[in-house]
């Protein structure tokens, strides 16, 4: 198969369609595991902190993707490409884990093996996570990388949409066996996929099969190397200012998905399918709007965007808060819960977009797996801030608390400036260390 259009490298559109596929395929367990699920255990009766604490737990994975970044970054086996064969392994392991959640007998009763089977999940989607955001940064133009994050926003957006309709409703009619078999199958369709295609010309689809790597690919960095260069990055006051978005981006995100399907379902009397079913219309609705977005986050830039979206955020959450005389009213609930589920996606392209911006190439995968390790922190952080507080205020104070949060955030983005790419910033520090020598040797 030596058709240019199956190479990730000489194809625009199938760089569009991969990213898609494979962050659908991420997004796919969070459709199950953080929003129909903790709708459906609320249903059960299961307390706020229980729920919440649930959601903090199998989140963790998410939080530690900085450690997976360097291996991935070193370990490598050129000849099958420089990323897929880390996507392809991890997307078997969710494959296989998916399966796991259907011997689980009673998951209410025993939330603790629900608990490490959503965890081993998330292991695998995360790293997976981290080898495709790697690989995109490889292979992709900058001049494209607003419009593959929309893509990639598009399908992640799209999966935890279409699975939290799915699952919502196969876990109340058929229980935790049918809908893990389900999900398992889904994600075997998106393996099959990768099997086909390629990162460069010439390389292997498989270890036994002809082909070669890339004379584009250069040999692995030392970790020596990796963290030197970094270590260059991560500590200029852009990017200081960059991991204090990523946390508050990932606080607000965490707080609020721990909120919400639990007020739907204890205040706004949602059934499960119901919660799960307007995430899913919703989810999409807002699927398709970034894909218009990306276009112009590539002219007017992340920032802008995502401030004018955190602001709209922000001011809809202390709606929400002081206007609890109309929480009475069907109507006026699902135009704040539609409208707070369709923000959800532009926020996540705009970060996504902003973190990819600043990433150098050689450490791609390190460096961004660090940056959206600090935004899963945050989220975990959020989750379990939610839990502690639930018990000691009422609904009001949780949408005013989560305003709050928004209101930080805006801050932070407010403080941004990167003053050049970052790998201007390593010539300059390269340029600044040589004239230092000489000054030396003078």
Not at 88 to 108: A, E, H, K, R, Y
Request: charged share 10%; aromatic share 12%; hydrophobic share 55%.
């Amino acid at each position: 198969m030596h058709n240019p259009a199956w190479f990730l490298s000489s194809s625009a559109h199938l760089r569009y369609f991969t990213g898609a596929l494979t962050y659908f395929a991420q997004g796919s367990p969070k459709g199950l595991l953080h929003i129909a699920l903790p709708a459906w255990l609320a249903a059960k009766g299961m307390a706020p902190a229980e729920v919440a604490g649930f959601l903090g737990v199998i989140m963790l994975p998410w939080a530690v993707k900085l450690l997976i970044g360097p291996i991935m970054d070193h370990y490598e086996y050129l000849p099958r490409g420089k990323r897929r064969p880390w996507v392809l392994t991890m997307q078997l392991g969710v494959m296989i884990s998916l399966l796991g959640m259907g011997f689980i007998d009673d998951p209410v009763t025993q939330l603790g093996q629900l608990m490490v089977v959503g965890f081993i999940i998330n292991v695998f989607t995360a790293a997976q996570d981290v080898a495709v955001d790697g690989m995109a940064i490889d292979l992709v133009p900058l001049e494209e990388e607003g419009r593959l994050n929309a893509f990639m926003s598009f399908g992640k957006a799209l999966g935890w949409a279409a699975t939290s309709a799915v699952t919502g409703t196969l876990l109340v009619v058929y229980g935790t066996k049918v809908t893990a078999l389900v999900c398992s199958l889904s994600a075997a369709a998106v393996f099959v996929y990768l099997l086909v295609i390629r990162e460069r010309h010439g390389e292997r689809i498989l270890p036994w099969t002809a082909g070669e790597a890339s004379p584009k690919n250069d040999p692995p960095p030392s970790f020596f190397k990796v963290f030197s260069d970094l270590n260059h990055v991560l500590w200029t006051r852009p990017s200081l200012v960059l991991i204090l978005i990523m946390f508050m981006a990932g606080l607000f995100g965490g707080y609020g998905r721990a909120l919400m399907p639990i007020a739907a379902v204890q205040v706004f009397e949602f059934t499960t399918p119901e919660w799960s079913q307007l995430n899913a219309v919703m989810g999409f609705a807002g699927a398709v709007l970034v894909l218009f977005l990306g276009p112009i986050i590539d002219r007017r830039g992340a920032k802008s965007v995502m401030g004018l979206t955190i602001l709209l955020t922000g001011v809809h959450a202390f709606t929400l808060a002081f206007t609890q005389e109309m929480w009475t009213n069907d109507t006026y609930v699902l135009v704040m819960i539609a409208l707070w589920i369709l923000l959800l996606p532009i926020i996540m392209i705009c970060v996504l977009a902003l973190a990819m911006s600043f990433c150098t190439s050689a450490e791609s995968a390190t460096q961004f797996a660090i940056y959206l390790s600090v935004c899963n922190i945050g989220a975990t952080v959020g989750a379990f801030f939610y839990g502690a507080v639930a018990e000691v205020t009422n609904w009001s104070q949780n949408y005013a608390l989560m305003g709050l949060i928004v209101f930080l955030l805006l801050l932070a983005i407010l403080m941004y400036h990167t003053g050049g790419h970052p790998e201007r910033l390593l010539e300059q520090e390269s340029t600044g260390n040589r004239h230092m020598r000489d000054v030396h040797r003078t």
